[in-house]
């Protein structure tokens, strides 16, 4: 199959690197043609993917409509430049892949449905899951969902990405898929503050699954299934986010708890931690919905709010005690 | 309140000490004498709590029967002595809140229904969730869920263990938590000897995911309630135990996929790893109820049947593909 992959970041790199290995005809597209000559002359992406040497058959192109021409797209960009990206591919009438993993202030869209405004011929899937792009692209096992409202597109799309060390498993829960993969960003920072402020692994797993508890309510509020969150790309990259030193979220958070100052750590690492808009998107589309969500409250305190991380974190362990729901 | 706790584990002292804090009369009872007048000498459980001096308040008691004189008492011990240590104490007619997790091969009871069989006048409570005993006694936060059948007495038992750290949630399905406390070292087991392999994070959250829909499916035919392993003695402890290096069932399956070696290890590590008679038990039930259980039939072989703990990781990553379920 001929595919595209749109953004030459870590898991933009490591998933075209699985499908060169599945057989497949893969071209990378990056917004930046300096850079994507870089990675083609080194045959690695040094500062995103070190030490991963890429296949020589991995084909570059600078242009984005050129790049478009494949029967599949994986669009792995951040979520500020994917509706942008995608209002260049109107016409596109095949299978595009979201990666990205994120929540539109305004609309409180999920990725798959920006795109779907843009995009109106293409048949559109998500990919979400607990997956480091570091350890997919060195063979480390693991698995993932490929979502798509449409139940052929999904299996496709499963059918494509799976391989012996990539165990792909299918959901018509598009919006639930999604939903997980955008709200754990939220979480993952309020765990980064649990492990700032010197707690342990008591209070990871406690916040961990009072996360989960919430993620459903709101995710089923807004019409995803409640048992998608029980999956990979709830529980499972929820989990894998909130203990892996690799993840930018996280250790955003871990910032916030041990130095407290959010503007600054804001200015040096906003760019790249898709939580902090989310934060505000989640807040958001909670209050419309009508959703009780204390720890998205909490986040949204300490990062829009000034609220000190101590003093969220003690609120939000002295809830009046209830039954578990 | 006045309270005894039957075992000096780590475990029994975090909860004693906790306790006292809460303002209870606490008194401590172990089976070896010689070892309880070392921590009432030392004011410290030198070998399984170190480095954290017990209030001099606490009492010990190497009568079994004289400390069973207490309105409510906490069965902190191994599986293998609960139902001994139970058959000693068949008049007592108070709360006694279980923290054993296990599950009894010969009849696939928990630890809860073992208890009742000995102990028909007492009101039975389990209490279990992602606690690593050393992070509770440093006040560190964490969350636990208190579970009875009889809804006052969970609540009583909430009320009893509640303080500003150790927040306690309450449940009526008992069975359901006891089983996701039970179920959970089988599951840290696998994540273990992932960890031994070398797997990465990815790896691990697949695996839990795959866990907490497997715990599910055993746990609601045996007549728990679905929520309840979404919850903190499901999901919030099996992910704790994956992660945690304190756990002994982690670190026992790390030895195994590093070392591939069961009868070695096992002699030297048994006694303490819940999850090694648990295996056995909980294929048992499964086979008894019709279930599907893979994780918990790979580590069987593992343990049981002499497999090779690679091909026992590469079998269930390479199931047939399918929708998550």
């Known amino acids: 199959m001929n595919i595209s992959v749109l953004g030459a970041g870590a898991w933009g790199t490591a998933l075209a690197k699985l499908l060169i290995e599945g057989g497949h005809t893969v071209t990378l597209w990056g917004h930046n043609p300096a850079n994507l000559d870089e990675i ?5 992406n040094t500062r995103l993917l070190p030490g991963i040497p890429l296949p020589g058959s991995l084909l570059f192109e ?3 409509e050129r790049a478009a021409g494949a029967e599949l797209l994986v669009a792995s960009l951040p979520s500020k430049a994917l509706d942008e990206v995608a209002a260049r591919l109107v016409d596109f009438n095949g299978v595009i892949v979201s990666t990205t993993k994120g929540i539109e202030f305004e609309s409180g869209h999920t990725m798959s449905a920006v795109i779907a405004h843009r995009m109106p011929h293409a ?4 990919l979400s899951g607990p997956t480091i792009a570091l350890e997919v692209a060195r063979g480390i096992p693991a698995a993932i969902v490929a979502a798509s409202e449409h139940e052929p597109t999904a299996r496709r799309v499963q059918e494509v990405f799976n391989s012996s060390a990539f165990r792909v498993y299918s959901s018509t829960d598009l919006l639930g898929v999604e939903l997980g993969g955008a709200l754990k960003n939220v979480f993952a920072i ?3 503050v649990c492990d700032g402020l010197g707690f342990g692994d008591n209070t990871k ?9 919430e993620m459903r309510r709101l995710g089923v509020k807004a019409g995803a299934h409640p048992e998608t969150f029980a999956g990979l790309s709830g529980l499972g990259d929820l989990t894998v986010t909130c203990f892996s030193r690799h993840s930018r979220n996280r250790t955003f958070g871990e910032k916030l708890g041990r130095d407290g100052r959010p503007e600054e750590i804001l200015t040096a690492m906003v760019s790249v931690v898709e939580g ?8 958001q589309l909670a209050h419309k919905l009508g959703v009780i969500t204390p720890i998205i409250d909490e986040v949204h ?6 609220k000190n991380p101590q003093e969220a974190v003690r609120d939000l362990m002295t809830r009046e005690l209830k039954a578990e729901d």
């Open 62 to 64: 600078p242009d984005l």
């Open 190 to 192: 309020a765990a980064g």
């Open 40 to 44: 083609k002359a080194r045959h690695e």
């Open 276 to 283: 902090f808009p989310t934060t505000r998107a989640a807040r």
């Open 205 to 213: 797993a406690a916040l961990i699954t009072r996360a989960i508890a």
């Open 301 to 306: 305190a300490m990062l829009y709010e000034g």
């Open 123 to 126: 048949r559109i899937a998500a």
